[in-house]
């Protein structure tokens, strides 16, 4: 049965495993720059974010400080 179920009884096709083996390495290579590229998006926004917020703080209608 198990015969049946293989195919043939030499087992896997080492090509395949092989092949196999590439492709999920190179999804781990994908989703771990996905990870670093997420991570420098978020810098990247948060950055912007502050900048955007410094731009609105007009300095030449500031109140002068107390003395």
Same mark, same amino acid.
């Given at each position: 049965?198990?015969?049946a179920l293989?195919g043939? *009884?030499?087992?896997? +096709?080492?090509r395949?495993l092989?092949e196999? @083996?590439r492709?999920q390495? @190179? *999804?781990? +290579?994908?989703?771990?720059? !996905?990870? @670093?590229?997420q %991570?420098?998006n +978020? %810098? !990247? #926004?948060?950055? =912007?974010?502050?900048d @955007?917020?410094?731009? #609105?703080? +007009?300095?030449?209608? =500031?109140e002068?400080?107390l003395?």
């Amino acid at each position: 049965m198990a015969k049946a179920l293989l195919g043939y *009884v030499g087992g896997s +096709d080492p090509r395949l495993l092989a092949e196999m @083996r590439r492709l999920q390495q @190179r *999804v781990q +290579d994908l989703e771990s720059e !996905l990870g @670093r590229i997420q %991570a420098e998006n +978020d %810098a !990247l #926004s948060a950055a =912007a974010s502050h900048d @955007r917020f410094m731009e #609105s703080i +007009d300095a030449h209608q =500031a109140e002068p400080a107390l003395t």
